[in-house]
């Protein structure tokens, strides 16, 4: 039986891949902003803050799998996210023709 562990393991996973599923279907123009991603995302089942939505782009960022633009307002704890796109990374990663194990694409 899976530990709690590695139940939030493979969650994660399969949620990064989700994100770049829907940035794919958006290609190759960029989403808006992490809002329209956060609403997508809901659209799809998933139940997320915004907060994890941002800890899940700025992950795939930090892989190079993904580019935004952030902006830092003093008035809000998060950084404004917009153009959040597919990076070439990313693109191989969803078309399998490399592998990641911390992104699982279904």
């Known amino acids: 039986m899976p530990t709690a562990v590695e139940l939030k393991s493979t969650l994660i996973r399969r949620r990064r891949g989700k994100v770049l599923?829907?940035?794919?279907?958006?290609?190759?123009m960029a989403l808006p902003d992490a809002?329209?991603?956060?609403r997508l995302l809901q659209d799809t089942g998933e139940s997320l803050t915004?907060?994890?939505v941002h800890e899940l782009v700025r992950d795939l960022k930090?892989?190079?799998?993904?580019a935004y633009e952030?902006?830092?307002d003093r008035n809000n704890e998060l950084p404004t996210l917009r153009w959040l796109r597919l990076?070439?990374?990313?693109?191989?990663?969803?078309e399998g023709t490399i592998q990641d194990p911390a992104?699982?694409?279904?």
């Open 21 to 28: 599923r829907l940035l794919q279907s958006a290609a190759p």
């Open 35 to 38: 809002d329209d991603l956060y």
């Open 50 to 52: 915004i907060y994890e």
């Open 62 to 66: 930090q892989r190079g799998c993904m």
């Open 70 to 72: 952030a902006k830092r």
């Open 87 to 94: 990076e070439p990374r990313g693109r191989d990663v969803i």
């Open 103 to 106: 992104i699982d694409v279904i």
